[in-house]
Structures are given as structure tokens and as C-alpha cells.
């Protein structure tokens, strides 16, 4: 099984992107699916596999072992003259893949350039930016299952993917470690999505009139950059909460008392309010307590501005929950994984 090196008491300060301290009980790291057979081997109970420790707030020291994924490669498996089968492991940095794909021409991830953290956490929250998820480039994940070491193979209906949402944070939550994931790309054809109005302004800025999915993926780049903290810079774990998702009763009653609330329809007729406008309006943003905050430029970002600990993050949050449900009577639910 080769050397397991399991740590003791090991900081997880530099393996979070927030920068809180916490410590977990034991620390390991795997590079390989035999790398985590010898793991578990050693029958320690699992707390969580980590990844990017870019959705995380830790409010607490962690017992169990913490095994972080380092499962590298990129690797073809299949093609055709227009559509191409791209699999990446579990610890690849998800936007060293996002680049990798760009680069070679491959299309369909370009708008989820530059988003934190690692390919096998990505099918977790299903993540997004600029109207893309990554289930609609989704093709199929390995996964292994932590109680028998087994492998077992997730095609896209058996993810149950939603909202920043699958099965894995929900019936399977903690029963797996993602140890691959394959994506469906575009070789010719490219299905550009530039609709955000954000997209259309940089791309004008940037004097690029007929994009390709490199101008894209610049494109994106130059917006997050703009509006989200960099996590060497200024902990954070980007959105904090979701936007939430209100029934057309509920939201023509809050039009009435709040004329300028930003909506956007979800297509079942539902309206979605972005979480970062309700925040604003409760005079959250820029705000600070201690070293933990509310981002100046994004409100649905909260930040460390250097020794914040998890909890006085997350007593923020709660207190930012309450007042928006107290003005607008919308529960807030957090997105990113508290600890
Ligand atoms: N807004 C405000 N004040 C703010 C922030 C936002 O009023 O401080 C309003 C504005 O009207 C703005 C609208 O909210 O037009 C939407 O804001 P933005 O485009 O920044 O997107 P978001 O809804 O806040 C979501 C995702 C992001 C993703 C962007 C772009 C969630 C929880 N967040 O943010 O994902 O990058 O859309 O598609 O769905 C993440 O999940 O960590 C993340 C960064």
C-alpha cells in the first residue's frame, strides 16, 4: 500500500481558504486511488475529504482523520472530429483544468474559469458561474465508496444534480471521495453562452466583437477578479449563502414593498433574488466585526481580515440571516459547508 503518513493535531489554517484555525485529529493526504486503500486501511474514523478548502468554514477543531485529495491527471478518453471525453482526477485544481481544456481548444467550461477549488469537489455543488453548471458538460464520476473501498461509476441522472446541489451533499453526504470526473466537450461548434450582461460589457471593454472560448474564459477572469477577494489576499470561501428561490406569491407581495428587488425568473415558476442584493439592503456591506466581515464590493461574500475565527465567521452570517429574514421574511441557507 506504500507509506501512509498520518499527522497528529496537524493546523488546517493553510487548507482552508477562509484562514481560520482549526486543527483536525489526524491529517492525511492520498495521490492515488491505492494511496487511499492504504488510508483506510488504517481504520481511523473519516471526518471529511478535503479538497481545495475553498467552501468550507471550519468553527471547530475536527475530530476523526481529514484526508485530503491530491489525485492528479489529465487524460483523453475519447473523440470525435467535433466532441471530445476529458477526464481529470479528483485533486486536479479546477481551474488548472479549465486552462488545460481553453488551451486545447476544448469547449463548454470556459465560463467557470477561475472558480476556487478542485475538479471531484466540483459534481458536489454542482458548481456555476455565467450561466454554465458543470452538469451540462457532465459525463460520468468514479467515486469510492469510503465503508468498502469500492468504485462505483455516477452517470449524470444518478447525481441528481440541482441548484449547487447533488446527491453527494445530500443521501450520500460523506459516504464518498470523488476520485475522477469525466466531461463531454466541444471540439468545433462551440455553444458560447454571453448572455450575462457582465460578459457582453468586459468583452466590449476587451474590443472582442465575435469571442472564442479563450476570449470568454479572459472575460470571466477579469470579472471575478474585479468583484471576488482573492483567498491569498483576503480569506473568503465566495458566496457564502445561495440566492434564494421564492414562490410568485411571496415575491409580487415583496415587489410591492420593495419596488427596485432584483428577480430573475427560474422557468417553473418560481423567482430567484439574488442573496447579495438582500444583503445590501440590510446595510450589511463593507461592514465589519472584528476581523470578520461583509465584502465591500460583493455582499454575498463574507471575509477574514486576519484572525477571524470560524465561529465569530459564522455569528456574522447568522446575524445576517436574521435581519434579511427579519425585513424581508427569506431564510437565508449557507452554501458553503460549516463545520
Ligand atoms: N447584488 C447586489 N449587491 C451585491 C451583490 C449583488 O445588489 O453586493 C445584485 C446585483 O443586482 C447583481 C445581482 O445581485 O446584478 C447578481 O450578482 P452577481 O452577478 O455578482 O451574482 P450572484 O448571484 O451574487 C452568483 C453565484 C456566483 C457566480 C455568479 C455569476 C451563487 C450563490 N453565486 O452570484 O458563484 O460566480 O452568480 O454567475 O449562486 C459561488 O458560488 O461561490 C460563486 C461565486
Not at 79 to 97: K, R
Not at 112 to 140: C, H, M, R, W
Not at 172 to 194: D, N, P, S
Request: hydrophobic residues 40%; glycine residues 10%.
Amino acid at each position: 500500500m506504500g507509506d501512509i503518513k498520518i499527522l497528529e493535531h496537524q493546523s488546517l489554517r493553510a487548507y482552508n481558504t477562509f484562514g481560520v484555525e482549526a486543527k483536525a485529529q489526524w491529517f492525511t493526504t492520498f495521490n492515488s486511488t491505492e494511496a487511499l486503500h492504504g488510508v483506510l486501511s488504517a481504520r481511523l474514523p473519516i471526518a471529511f475529504i478535503l479538497g481545495g478548502g475553498s467552501n468550507l468554514l471550519l468553527t471547530r477543531d475536527v475530530p476523526g482523520l481529514v484526508a485530503k485529495n491530491e489525485i492528479g491527471g489529465i487524460q483523453i478518453e475519447s473523440e470525435t472530429d467535433d466532441a471530445i471525453v476529458v477526464s481529470a482526477g479528483g485533486g486536479v485544481v479546477w481551474h488548472h483544468f479549465v486552462q488545460w481544456c481553453v488551451s486545447g481548444g476544448y469547449g463548454g467550461i470556459e465560463n467557470l474559469s477561475l472558480i476556487p477549488g478542485t475538479v471531484g469537489a466540483a459534481p458536489i455543488q454542482n458548481i456555476g458561474a455565467y450561466g454554465v453548471e458543470i452538469k451540462d458538460v457532465f459525463e460520468y464520476l468514479e467515486a469510492l465508496e469510503l465503508a468498502t473501498g469500492v468504485i462505483r461509476t455516477f452517470r449524470a441522472a444518478d447525481c441528481h444534480f440541482g441548484y449547487r446541489d447533488s446527491i453527494f451533499k445530500n443521501q450520500l453526504t460523506g459516504q464518498y471521495c470523488i476520485v475522477k470526473v469525466a466531461f463531454r466537450l466541444t471540439k468545433t461548434r462551440h455553444q458560447l453562452k454571453t448572455t450575462y450582461g457582465a460578459i457582453q460589457d468586459t468583452l466590449k471593454e476587451m474590443g472582442i466583437a465575435h469571442p472564442d472560448i479563450a476570449a470568454i474564459s479572459e472575460a470571466v477572469i477579469r470579472i471575478r477578479s474585479s468583484k471576488l477577494p482573492d483567498p491569498a489576499r483576503l480569506g473568503n470561501a465566495g458566496s457564502f449563502f445561495k440566492n434564494p428561490e421564492i414562490e410568485e406569491t411571496q415575491f409580487f407581495a415583496l415587489q410591492q414593498a420593495f419596488p427596485s428587488i432584483v428577480h430573475f425568473p427560474t422557468g417553473d415558476g418560481r423567482q430567484k433574488i439574488p442573496a447579495g442584493w438582500l444583503i445590501e439592503q440590510c446595510g450589511w456591506k463593507g461592514k465589519r466585526t472584528g476581523d470578520a466581515g461583509c465584502y465591500e464590493k460583493q455582499a454575498l461574500v463574507l471575509v477574514n481580515y486576519g484572525d477571524a475565527n470560524g465561529h465569530e465567521i459564522y455569528a456574522l452570517a447568522q446575524d445576517i440571516m436574521d435581519s434579511v429574514d427579519r425585513k424581508f421574511g427569506i431564510r437565508l441557507t449557507p452554501e458553503v459547508n460549516v463545520i
